[in-house]
């Protein structure tokens, strides 16, 4: 369980318990290993939170064409309607939720998406269609990005008066409602919220990882992957000042532990300019990383959806560099937050890097904490229990 998946459940299960709803998690087995989910089920009454271990086929991790990424979508479809069955057989269920809606979004555009009349929520992430009509960068257009595009208009307007998707994305929202006001009823917004800050339980942070104390530190997040942009940052360190520290907090994949291994990163790991902290990293950390860096690192390659730790840079008002594009791109440029640069060109970045070192630019705490606000637990909340509402009698 990856990505944004740990955190809207924990959201979604506090929320929802909070407001007197009962809930029942369906997951494949392997999942309910998770630190998050542990949390969560030691926390709360089973009474009030119960657990449903599905096993599933095995998915297709990198599917090399339409076909095989159909048939993904086509095992999560299933997995969906088997979730339910047996969830049926232990409860009446008022409401299904599905918190990453597009693993199964382009199927279910196909097909249709129905469980018998039950109420229906689905969060979708990743649309990428209406950037360009709407003010932020988006992909080149593409066959399969028009295919996608249709694939999603058409799900919007199967849906039926009991349903509805709820995106993280004002623009796709203010696109739909724009050029398609017919089944702008079935989609609604829900901030990407962030859990609220938390205080700095280690103040030594800087000092056990062996930063020096005029270091100034760029921070990577989460979990590191090859969109992060690592190789970016870390190629351009032979053209950045000898003060300036790199920190890869998060669990790294493959790619970046290969990459790490090359020479080159090597090099900047033995003189002690590169440090990493290789693990999971609960919410309750936050601050203690966040506190001991100076830059925020959010220059992700081929990337338009939103990112949690734009808003965790805000949260402890820390300036980002940020790529250009998407929603990253955009909401950096909204609110003057860091700087959102064509990560492509190296120049520009170290540019960018020595113009926040020496505080050329420099938001101040209205604009970080505007950003905050709009992506709040209390805005999620807010968003949320409406929907519920509506859907359930």
Known sequence: ?????????????NTSLTNNYRVIVAMPTSCFE????????????????????????????EPKNQLLMLLNQYRCAR????????????????????GMLEDAAIFSGITGLSFGGIPLLGIVMRQQFHFSQMGAIGPSVSKQGNFKKAVFLRLLKRSSAKTIILTIDTLLLNYITTHHPDICHSLAHIPDAVDDRVSVTNPNVRKDLGIPSNAFVIMAYGALRENKGIDLLVDAMDKLPERVHVLLVGNQNSEIRSYLEEKHSQKHIASGRIHQVNRYIDVTEDANFFTCADLIWVGYKNYYAMSAVLVQAAQYRRPVLATDVGLIGWLTNKHKTGLAINISKQDEIVKSINHIALQIFEPDNNQ??????????????????????????
């Open 34 to 61: 998770h630190q998050v989910v542990k949390e969560l089920f030691g926390k709360h009454n089973p009474s009030q939170l119960s657990g449903i271990r599905c096993d599933v086929m095995s998915k297709i991790t």
């Open 1 to 13: 369980m990856t990505g944004h998946r740990p955190s809207y459940l924990r959201r979604i299960i």
């Open 368 to 393: 970080y904490d505007a950003l905050v606000e709009e992506h709040s637990l209390a805005a999620f909340e807010n968003a949320l229990l409406p929907c519920y509402e509506k859907l359930i009698d």
């Open 79 to 98: 997995f969906y309607r088997t979730a339910l069955t047996e969830a049926q057989a232990k409860e009446k269920i008022d409401l299904i939720f599905i």
